[in-house]
């Protein structure tokens, strides 16, 4: 399915109103993360795969340098037109909703899940968590609006760079890490080997696979 530029693909469970879980993907992946997802021993699920984004916009959360801050709008078109699509396209309202995303698409998942109360867990992996600000928005953020359960994980070389903002990256997850615990939601921070771009599909199929667990 096509919706404004954005392609969606969607593999279906087996059963009848098993979880559905959403992943932002910077190309289209397919079937790579399911495909791992069932290599890991995942329960059946449903997944829908976001591709064709406008990365750098609708990733993100507010305005900074290149990136345009456009994840508010995105945010609408996912509730509004590409789940109510998806649902009417499994013929079964899925027993629960799940948020995934790899690099700022792990900045999204974690974001969204506070803007809206659609999803009950959500894995950020190799989240961009050094994004400007974005430790403090969690920080002040209403417990009320934070998801039950969040999957954090990053590469232990990822703060390894001679970029400022990017260093402070591993801190910020650990940081953030903490205080979705302090504030009751069940909370993994996972370090993986290497840096930001080694085994993406499999650091986001553990991911996917943790979200399922915590709805069995």
């Not at 699920?45 to 990733?59: C, K, P, R, T």
């Not at 994840?71 to 995934?100: F, Q, S």
């Not at 009320?144 to 070389?157: H, I, N, Q, T, Y």
């Not at 400022?164 to 939601?185: F, H, K, W």
Request: glycine share 8%; with cysteine.
């Amino acid at each position: 399915m096509e919706f404004d530029g954005k392609t969606l693909d969607l593999y279906q469970a087996k059963t009848p109103g098993a979880p559905l879980v959403l992943l932002n993907s910077y190309m289209r992946g397919r079937g790579d993360v399911l495909q791992k997802c069932r290599e890991l021993g995942c329960p059946d699920f449903s997944l829908a795969e976001i591709s064709g984004l406008s990365w750098d916009d609708d990733m993100s959360p507010w305005a900074y340098s290149q990136y345009g801050g456009r994840a508010d709008d995105y945010l609408r078109l996912l509730t509004e037109e590409i789940i109510p699509k998806v649902k009417a396209a499994l013929g079964a309202e899925p027993r629960c909703m799940l948020l995934a995303g790899y690099s700022l698409a792990g900045l999204f998942a974690l974001y969204a899940a506070t803007k809206c109360g659609l999803f009950e867990a959500v894995a950020s992996c190799s989240g961009s968590l050094w994004y400007p600000d974005f430790r403090a928005y969690i920080t002040a953020c209403d417990a009320a609006k934070l998801p039950k359960a969040v999957w954090l994980s990053l590469g232990d070389r990822e703060a390894r760079t001679r970029h400022p903002l990017l260093q402070t990256v591993e801190d910020n997850t650990r940081a953030i890490a903490a205080v979705l615990s302090e504030r009751g939601v069940r909370t993994v921070f996972e370090l993986n080997k290497g840096n930001h771009f080694h085994q993406a599909t499999l650091r986001t199929a553990k991911g996917v696979k943790w979200l399922l667990e915590q709805t069995v």
